[in-house]
């Protein structure tokens, strides 16, 4: 796409093109969560008419609309990662109870649980027009993409009963414990410990980086069951462990943004339930692996809704409108417009992606890789695209607080943020080793 050298004044001429051209991450993002899933019950996504599927999308247009809660005093979080005041918290769980209670998040999710029980396309209709809306994101984000996906998938019927519901209505808030302090990506070395003792198992450890800690009631927790097997994955436990147990600890951890998403959660001498463990004993790892599927967008099956509250590359452009060099805007500067040309492409790139992969002719030399690297790729696009946004404030972009900071600090708030989106869930460079791996075939 050409630009005219006078200021991309085009652009503001051909807006339709342009929103059409830079898609907005946060729907990117949610395109990686509206597949069509495999293993959980659903309806046929076929048997609505293009008429009803209309008048679906303007009735959530005009409750979105209608509903779209009135932006707070107080600073709201990108993400569940930077959710660390109780104002933060309650503002973002009312919001889901909310949409949940209109009908708008687990629309596809069987009804017996607490779902829609509707057609998958009816919930990625809603999800688009929450992102078009810029409402805020479902704090829920584990219990909605990861942990209710997988009990969906392969949890007891009990489970389902218990867990489904408070997972859509933001009741039962969801944290994840895999990382520790000395085991990130290396999951597999993971060291906290849980001791059989009759109708309990005993958890002694840490994990860290639990998002959410501190206002979850339960987390999706890998521990040690055994030192014994052919491998260390094989003394792996998966439990879905209440939080309120007595000798269980969350302790928030301070960020270089001054917010408190993460803690450290401590385990001394912590009895849950035997009933928490999923599946059996020495499992933990193929279950642990399907968990991380659905966090990587890899495997579909999300309740849907937003899970973040990202910039997106129209706000980078108004940005370069109002930043200046040299005395003029910055979008007038040829290197500056070169750069912002190559990050609208791959953003509209990346939107694209999912549809690509329903398309066999354009997903046939390596059909996994479009969902393998959806998480490699939005992550690092995210993170460059604040970088970006930062070198276009010049000596500005080294504000972070104060009234001089552009926006009040948002974009270095978001840039120090993103690069959490890099490391959780598999670090950017273990994602290039599993396409490398398990996409290309390339030896270990």
Same mark, same amino acid.
């Given at each position: 796409?050409?630009?005219?050298?006078?200021?991309?004044?085009?652009v503001?001429?051909?807006?339709?093109?342009?929103?059409?051209?830079?898609?907005?991450?946060?729907?990117?993002?949610?395109?990686?969560?509206?597949r069509?899933?495999?293993?959980?019950?659903?309806?046929?996504?076929?048997?609505l008419?293009?008429?009803?599927?209309?008048?679906f999308?303007?009735?959530?247009?005009?409750?979105?609309?209608?509903?779209?809660?009135?932006?707070?005093?107080?600073i709201?979080?990108?993400?569940?990662?930077?959710?660390?005041?109780d104002?933060?918290?309650?503002?973002?769980?009312d919001?889901?109870?909310?949409?949940?209670?209109?009908?708008?998040? *687990?629309?596809?999710?069987?009804?017996?649980?607490?779902?829609?029980?509707k057609?998958?396309?009816?919930?990625?209709?809603?999800?688009k027009?929450?992102?078009?809306?810029?409402?805020?994101?479902?704090p829920?984000?584990?219990?909605?993409n990861?942990? *209710?996906? #997988?009990? #969906?998938?392969?949890?007891?019927?009990e489970?389902k009963?218990?867990?489904?519901?408070?997972?859509?209505?933001?009741?039962?808030?969801?944290?994840?414990?895999?990382?520790e302090?000395?085991?990130?990506?290396?999951?597999?070395?993971?060291?906290?410990?849980?001791?059989k003792?009759?109708?309990?198992?005993?958890?002694?450890?840490?994990?860290?980086w639990t998002?959410?800690g501190?206002?979850?009631?339960?987390?999706?927790l890998?521990?040690?069951?055994?030192?014994?097997?052919?491998?260390?994955?094989?003394?792996?436990?998966?439990?879905?462990a209440?939080?309120?147990?007595e000798?269980?600890?969350?302790r928030?951890?301070k960020k270089?943004t001054g917010?408190?998403?993460?803690?450290?959660?401590?385990?001394?001498?912590?009895r849950?339930?035997a009933?928490?463990?999923?599946?059996?004993?020495?499992?933990?790892?193929?279950?642990?692996?399907?968990?991380?599927?659905?966090?990587?967008?890899?495997t579909?099956?999300?309740?849907?809704? #937003?899970a973040?509250?990202?910039?997106s590359?129209?706000d980078?452009?108004?940005?370069?409108?109002?930043?200046?060099?040299?005395?003029r805007p910055?979008?007038e500067?040829?290197?500056?417009?070169?750069?912002?040309?190559?990050?609208i492409?791959?953003?509209?790139?990346?939107?694209?992606?999912?549809?690509?992969?329903?398309?066999?002719?354009?997903?046939?030399?390596?059909?996994?890789a479009?969902?393998?690297?959806?998480?490699?790729?939005?992550?690092?696009?995210?993170?460059?695209?604040?970088?970006?946004?930062?070198? #276009?404030?010049?000596?500005?972009?080294?504000?972070?607080?104060?009234?001089?900071?552009?926006?009040?600090?948002?974009?270095?708030?978001?840039?120090?943020?993103?690069?959490?989106?890099t490391?959780?869930?598999?670090t950017?460079q273990?994602?290039?080793?599993?396409?490398?791996?398990?996409?290309?075939?390339?030896?270990k």
């Open positions: 796409m050409a630009f005219e050298p006078k200021g991309l004044d085009k503001s001429e051909t807006k339709a093109v342009h929103k059409t051209f830079c898609v907005n991450l946060s729907v990117k993002a949610v395109n990686f969560q509206a069509a899933e495999r293993n959980i019950k659903q309806g046929d996504s076929m048997s008419t293009q008429a009803e599927l209309k008048d999308e303007q009735q959530a247009e005009n409750w979105f609309a209608e509903n779209k809660p009135k932006k707070p005093d107080f709201l979080p990108e993400t569940f990662m930077e959710v660390g005041s104002q933060q918290f309650q503002y973002l769980r919001w889901q109870a909310k949409v949940y209670e209109a009908g708008y998040v *687990g629309m596809a999710w069987p009804k017996e649980y607490g779902g829609g029980g057609e998958q396309g009816l919930q990625d209709i809603a999800t027009v929450m992102a078009k809306h810029r409402v805020p994101f479902l829920n984000t584990i219990g909605l990861w942990a *209710g996906p #997988l009990i #969906l998938s392969m949890g007891t019927e489970e009963q218990k867990y489904i519901k408070g997972i859509l209505s933001a009741e039962d808030i969801w944290c994840q414990g895999f990382s302090p000395d085991h990130g990506s290396d999951l597999g070395s993971a060291q906290c410990k849980a001791v003792d009759g109708d309990d198992y005993v958890i002694n450890g840490s994990k860290i998002s959410l501190s206002y979850a009631k339960y987390m999706i890998i521990a040690r069951t055994s030192n014994e097997g052919s491998s260390k994955y094989a003394g792996l436990s998966f439990f879905l209440p939080m309120d147990a000798g269980v600890e969350p928030p951890i270089l917010e408190y998403g993460f803690c450290q959660t401590f385990f001394n001498d912590a849950i339930p009933t928490s463990l999923m599946g059996k004993e020495g499992e933990g790892w193929k279950v642990a692996m399907a968990t991380l599927m659905f966090e990587r967008g890899a579909g099956g999300q309740a849907g809704g #937003l973040m509250m990202d910039l590359i129209n980078i452009v108004e940005l370069a409108r109002r930043t200046k060099r040299n005395g910055a979008i500067d040829n290197h500056v417009r070169s750069q912002l040309v190559e990050l492409t791959e953003s509209k790139n990346n939107a694209l992606m999912s549809a690509r992969s329903k398309i066999s002719a354009l997903a046939t030399d390596w059909p996994a479009v969902d393998m690297s959806g998480k490699l790729r939005g992550s690092e696009l995210k993170r460059r695209m604040c970088q970006f946004a930062l070198s #276009l404030q010049g000596a500005n972009g080294s504000r972070f607080i104060g009234t001089d900071a552009v926006d009040g600090g948002m974009w270095q708030r978001s840039y120090l943020n993103a690069f959490s989106g490391i959780g869930g598999g950017s273990i994602q290039h080793n599993i396409i490398g791996e398990r996409v290309l075939g390339l030896p």
